[in-house]
């Protein structure tokens, strides 16, 4: 089925599967802190504050049960990064995942993680048979006494259970001064880019002890710096294009072929402020946490703290479609600067074609725009919705004074449950959104 | 003797004001005190490390209930975000509705001053402020998030400039005579005028009342929380008779003495070069003009993210009178040192670890300890005095 959104806007989605421990005490190491399926959907990658990576795989759907999609099922686990400690600044550096983006598949999965400072390519690779019949080791890798070989042979491969490898083929290190917030992989598949919060190189995938700087937007005086880069992406088609945004709220887009330093953007999207809405919280509403690319290249999605935007990438001025993620906050804005929450960087995604938007929001709530139907609704991840093929209920949250049944008013959202991170099957329908330590799996409810 | 002595163990202590009236001092207030005794006798050893204890004070989980006008309505903190005019700002109660509305305000500008909006103008901008300087010791404060707050307190400073309330609150800092905090955000302040620094120390009678008010009839509103309890020192005065300006100096304990302004970036420089990296709102790297007029907010923050500066030349004077503290002592590595085994421990965890006086207490360096301890009791003085 190809990824159709909302064919007729009556998608239900389903709980398949939840992964992470049940128990509320969670270890400050099991935080995710990404998530992103491969470029089939088979696989699914997840980061998380301890540096770790762990990868599922999708099962193949089994003929017994053609209406249920594969389950994801641990594939592979490892330490990414480790901590680490930059003597010069006496600062600790977190091995905390901030991405991870997939390269196009080809025979082995490689993927490129990244924590603040350094990103890795790794690979990872199954083995399911191994050699047999060496001349001068024993079965168990002891070496055999010369004297007792007799004869020669020829070893073979024999079958064994899959074995999962994960090996780091490069590091690229030390090319970032400010923490590294994005990475993306160009078209080409040759090269990509990593953002910080002043500066964005580019990679060539085989050479790590080089990058050229292609945006620097560091003032010569610190004291002048008013913005900073939150995000960036390349166009999934045009291998010379790339976007990045701001906490200003703009994005810009630039072009590799006009000049090797991209500080003169070619677009510059900007939607002009709202009078009406105008406070001191407004310009830390504005910025942009998240920033993405539509399948078809034509529009991209950015995700600012109360609302997702589209744009046409043909129109600077203003964008095609705006949704409110949870504009009853609007009133506590005060409140969330206070606890820090107005600082929160909420991260968004496409449907595999473009119809359908999601992004997280509090209390373990998640949203969807449909673009189509113009519909949206609001569900949650939780433990007590995590019966195998239960439909989720779209959840409410209420406004104004009167609550009524089910719905759940502003002042008993905790946040400090929110869903930072989602992301959706390339192909199909299935989601996955991760909350504090747990990664929720959800599939469209199929007849 | 001492009627009830501060508990440094529990945030949240009952004592009595002098009129025998129950209040409720937080840790926040008994540091404060503590800081004022500390920097009057010239102690520095005890000094820095009370400014260590501020630091580790809730960090990303300030809790501003303390900053905020000492009331329960802190929800209704710019509840629309519109910008109230200054017509009827005049008319407006105090946030708290309880205390009662100004008796008489000399002018119009401290009637703006004292207006709803502007307190709450106000703490918004000593909310800030504190973000700025609360950072992580360990690891790179994240500087989307510094910016932003960075910019916020630069939208307010230039609102309040347009409104004139600027000149008046920092005017009233410089006629405090308080001693420096060291705290940057009033180094911030002070750097901005200064037309208020040479303007002498007249002494304005309100805002002289408003601070002694302010210091015994503090009434904090906490959640019934032990752990959020523990936070920033600053407390607002309930009074609303006092003019955003003393306001401000009861928030951050003291107004700026011009004169000793060198001298205590300097004490700055020596006890924090170590952290001043870490910390994103060091201001002594920054330009050591404080009379430009021009804000230096920017300055202050962004500084420590790229060149370290080098320390300003050392007063000889000063160098004398605190040659016998070696402040490599009270470098916060040094502290943290006996805790590594945890290295993830969050500030409330590290403070509490600082300051219990049970088995988890500062094993390492058994001279900090009783360092704390002289903290204490040094505490237990003050308060009951």
């Given at each position: 089925m190809a990824g159709a959104g909302g064919g007729t806007s009556d998608v239900q989605w389903c709980f398949?599967?939840?992964?992470?421990?049940?128990?509320?005490?969670?270890?400050?190491?099991?935080?995710?802190?990404?998530?992103?399926?491969?470029?089939?959907?088979?696989?699914?990658?997840?980061?998380?504050?301890?540096?770790?990576?762990?990868?599922?795989q999708q099962e193949p759907e089994s003929k017994n049960q053609p209406q249920c999609r594969g389950e994801y099922n641990v594939y592979s686990t490892f330490q990414s990064h480790e901590p680490e400690f930059d003597y010069l600044k006496s600062l600790e550096i977190e091995e905390k995942i901030n991405k991870i983006r997939w390269l196009p598949q080809n025979a082995a999965q490689f993927l490129l993680s990244t924590n603040d400072k350094t990103i890795k390519l790794w690979k990872i690779s199954e083995r399911d048979k191994r050699p047999e019949g060496y001349n001068l080791k024993e079965e168990d890798g002891r070496y055999r006494d010369l004297n007792t070989v007799t004869t020669l042979r020829v070893p073979i491969f024999r079958p064994m259970d899959l074995m999962v490898e994960a090996s780091p083929r490069r590091v690229f290190a030390n090319a970032h001064t400010y923490?590294?917030?994005?990475?993306?992989?160009?078209?080409?598949?040759?090269?990509?880019?990593?953002?910080?919060?002043?500066?964005?190189?580019?990679w060539n995938l085989?050479?790590?002890?080089?990058?050229?700087?292609?945006?620097?937007i560091k003032p010569a005086n610190m004291e002048e710096l008013t913005e900073v880069i939150t995000a960036a992406e390349f166009h999934p088609n045009q291998c010379n294009t790339f976007v990045y945004s701001s906490s200003k709220g703009t994005i810009r887009l630039c072009d590799m072929r006009a000049?090797?330093?991209?500080?003169?953007?070619?677009?510059?999207?900007?939607?002009?402020?709202?009078?009406?809405?105008?406070?001191?919280?407004s310009e830390i509403i504005s910025s942009i946490s998240d920033v993405k690319f539509s399948h078809s290249g034509r529009y991209m999605m950015t995700r600012d703290y109360l609302s997702v935007k589209i744009w046409d990438l043909n129109m600077e001025s203003r964008p095609v479609e705006t949704y409110q993620v949870h504009e009853y906050l609007r009133s506590k804005l005060c409140s969330l600067y206070e606890n820090d929450c107005i600082f929160d960087k909420f991260e968004c995604c496409w449907n595999g074609n473009d119809s359908v938007v999601m992004t997280g929001s509090y209390n373990n709530f998640f949203r969807m725009f449909d673009r189509v139907y113009r519909q949206d609704v609001t569900l949650e991840a939780s433990r007590e919705n995590s019966k195998p093929r239960s439909v989720l209920k779209p959840r409410k949250v209420s406004t104004g004074g009167k609550r009524k049944k089910d719905e759940i008013s502003v002042d008993s959202l905790d946040f400090n449950k929110k869903i930072l991170h989602t992301a959706w099957h390339p192909l199909d329908n299935i989601i996955a959104v991760a909350t504090t330590n747990n990664l929720y799996i959800f599939q469209e409810k199929l007849n | 003797m001492i009627s009830s002595e501060p508990d440094l163990r529990f945030p949240c202590r009952r004592s009595y004001d002098r009129d025998g009236n129950k209040i409720t001092q937080t840790r926040g207030v008994l540091l404060q005190t503590g800081l004022k005794w500390a920097e009057t006798v010239l102690n520095k050893s005890c000094l820095s490390l009370?400014?260590?204890?501020?630091?580790?004070?809730?960090?990303?989980?300030?809790?501003?209930?303390?900053?905020c006008l000492s009331t329960g309505k802190r929800d209704n903190m710019f509840p629309k975000g519109t910008k109230r005019k200054f017509s009827d700002s005049g008319e407006e109660p105090a946030v708290s509705g309880d205390e009662p509305a100004p008796a008489a305000a000399p002018s119009a500008a401290v009637r703006a001053l004292t207006s709803a909006y502007s307190l709450q103008r106000q703490s918004l901008l000593d909310m800030s402020l504190i973000k700025l300087q609360l950072c992580h010791m360990l690891?790179?404060?994240?500087?989307?998030?510094?910016?932003?707050?960075?910019?916020?307190?630069?939208?307010?400073?230039?609102?309040?400039?347009?409104?004139?309330?600027?000149?008046?609150?920092?005017?009233?800092?410089?006629?405090?005579?308080?001693?420096?905090?060291?705290?940057?955000?009033?180094?911030?302040?002070?750097?901005?005028?200064?037309?208020?620094?040479?303007?002498?120390?007249?002494?304005?009678?309100?805002?002289?009342?408003?601070?002694?008010?302010?210091?015994?009839?503090?009434?904090?509103?906490?959640?019934?929380?032990?752990?959020t309890e523990v936070t920033m020192s600053t407390l607002s005065p309930v009074s609303p008779q006092l003019s955003s300006a003393s306001y401000l100096a009861g928030t951050f304990g003291m107004g700026p003495c011009w004169e000793e302004d060198e001298d205590d970036d300097g004490e700055c420089e020596e006890d924090e070069e170590e952290d001043s990296e870490e910390c994103v709102s060091e201001g002594e790297e920054g330009d050591r003009d404080h009379l430009s007029a021009d804000s230096r907010t920017g300055e202050q923050v962004f500084g420590t993210f790229e060149i370290k500066h080098p320390a300003p030349p050392p007063d000889p004077a000063l160098e004398e009178l605190f040659s016998d503290v070696d402040p490599s002592y009270y470098d916060l590595d040094t502290v943290l040192t006996g805790m590594q085994s945890a290295p993830k421990m969050g500030p409330y965890d590290l403070l509490e670890s600082l300051s219990s006086h049970g088995p988890t207490a500062l094993s390492s360096s058994s001279s900090c300890r009783s360092d704390l301890n002289e903290l204490d009791h040094i505490m237990e003085i003050i308060v009951g005095s």
């Amino acid at each position: 089925m190809a990824g159709a959104g909302g064919g007729t806007s009556d998608v239900q989605w389903c709980f398949s599967q939840v992964k992470g421990a049940i128990d509320d005490d969670v270890a400050e190491a099991d935080i995710i802190s990404t998530v992103e399926f491969n470029h089939s959907g088979e696989l699914l990658a997840t980061g998380d504050k301890g540096g770790r990576v762990v990868i599922f795989q999708q099962e193949p759907e089994s003929k017994n049960q053609p209406q249920c999609r594969g389950e994801y099922n641990v594939y592979s686990t490892f330490q990414s990064h480790e901590p680490e400690f930059d003597y010069l600044k006496s600062l600790e550096i977190e091995e905390k995942i901030n991405k991870i983006r997939w390269l196009p598949q080809n025979a082995a999965q490689f993927l490129l993680s990244t924590n603040d400072k350094t990103i890795k390519l790794w690979k990872i690779s199954e083995r399911d048979k191994r050699p047999e019949g060496y001349n001068l080791k024993e079965e168990d890798g002891r070496y055999r006494d010369l004297n007792t070989v007799t004869t020669l042979r020829v070893p073979i491969f024999r079958p064994m259970d899959l074995m999962v490898e994960a090996s780091p083929r490069r590091v690229f290190a030390n090319a970032h001064t400010y923490h590294i917030n994005s990475i993306s992989v160009n078209s080409d598949c040759e090269t990509y880019l990593s953002a910080d919060d002043l500066r964005i190189n580019l990679w060539n995938l085989e050479i790590t002890d080089r990058s050229f700087n292609i945006v620097d937007i560091k003032p010569a005086n610190m004291e002048e710096l008013t913005e900073v880069i939150t995000a960036a992406e390349f166009h999934p088609n045009q291998c010379n294009t790339f976007v990045y945004s701001s906490s200003k709220g703009t994005i810009r887009l630039c072009d590799m072929r006009a000049s090797a330093l991209c500080d003169k953007h070619a677009k510059q999207f900007e939607e002009p402020e709202d009078p009406n809405n105008r406070s001191f919280f407004s310009e830390i509403i504005s910025s942009i946490s998240d920033v993405k690319f539509s399948h078809s290249g034509r529009y991209m999605m950015t995700r600012d703290y109360l609302s997702v935007k589209i744009w046409d990438l043909n129109m600077e001025s203003r964008p095609v479609e705006t949704y409110q993620v949870h504009e009853y906050l609007r009133s506590k804005l005060c409140s969330l600067y206070e606890n820090d929450c107005i600082f929160d960087k909420f991260e968004c995604c496409w449907n595999g074609n473009d119809s359908v938007v999601m992004t997280g929001s509090y209390n373990n709530f998640f949203r969807m725009f449909d673009r189509v139907y113009r519909q949206d609704v609001t569900l949650e991840a939780s433990r007590e919705n995590s019966k195998p093929r239960s439909v989720l209920k779209p959840r409410k949250v209420s406004t104004g004074g009167k609550r009524k049944k089910d719905e759940i008013s502003v002042d008993s959202l905790d946040f400090n449950k929110k869903i930072l991170h989602t992301a959706w099957h390339p192909l199909d329908n299935i989601i996955a959104v991760a909350t504090t330590n747990n990664l929720y799996i959800f599939q469209e409810k199929l007849n | 003797m001492i009627s009830s002595e501060p508990d440094l163990r529990f945030p949240c202590r009952r004592s009595y004001d002098r009129d025998g009236n129950k209040i409720t001092q937080t840790r926040g207030v008994l540091l404060q005190t503590g800081l004022k005794w500390a920097e009057t006798v010239l102690n520095k050893s005890c000094l820095s490390l009370i400014q260590k204890y501020l630091k580790l004070c809730s960090r990303d989980r300030l809790h501003c209930y303390c900053l905020c006008l000492s009331t329960g309505k802190r929800d209704n903190m710019f509840p629309k975000g519109t910008k109230r005019k200054f017509s009827d700002s005049g008319e407006e109660p105090a946030v708290s509705g309880d205390e009662p509305a100004p008796a008489a305000a000399p002018s119009a500008a401290v009637r703006a001053l004292t207006s709803a909006y502007s307190l709450q103008r106000q703490s918004l901008l000593d909310m800030s402020l504190i973000k700025l300087q609360l950072c992580h010791m360990l690891v790179e404060p994240n500087l989307c998030r510094s910016v932003l707050i960075a910019n916020t307190v630069r939208q307010i400073q230039e609102e309040m400039t347009q409104d004139g309330t600027w000149q008046i609150m920092t005017q009233a800092l410089a006629a405090a005579q308080c001693p420096t905090d060291r705290l940057v955000a009033t180094e911030v302040l002070c750097r901005q005028t200064d037309a208020a620094a040479q303007a002498g120390q007249s002494p304005k009678p309100f805002s002289v009342v408003g601070l002694e008010e302010g210091y015994h009839a503090e009434e904090v509103v906490m959640e019934g929380d032990v752990e959020t309890e523990v936070t920033m020192s600053t407390l607002s005065p309930v009074s609303p008779q006092l003019s955003s300006a003393s306001y401000l100096a009861g928030t951050f304990g003291m107004g700026p003495c011009w004169e000793e302004d060198e001298d205590d970036d300097g004490e700055c420089e020596e006890d924090e070069e170590e952290d001043s990296e870490e910390c994103v709102s060091e201001g002594e790297e920054g330009d050591r003009d404080h009379l430009s007029a021009d804000s230096r907010t920017g300055e202050q923050v962004f500084g420590t993210f790229e060149i370290k500066h080098p320390a300003p030349p050392p007063d000889p004077a000063l160098e004398e009178l605190f040659s016998d503290v070696d402040p490599s002592y009270y470098d916060l590595d040094t502290v943290l040192t006996g805790m590594q085994s945890a290295p993830k421990m969050g500030p409330y965890d590290l403070l509490e670890s600082l300051s219990s006086h049970g088995p988890t207490a500062l094993s390492s360096s058994s001279s900090c300890r009783s360092d704390l301890n002289e903290l204490d009791h040094i505490m237990e003085i003050i308060v009951g005095s």
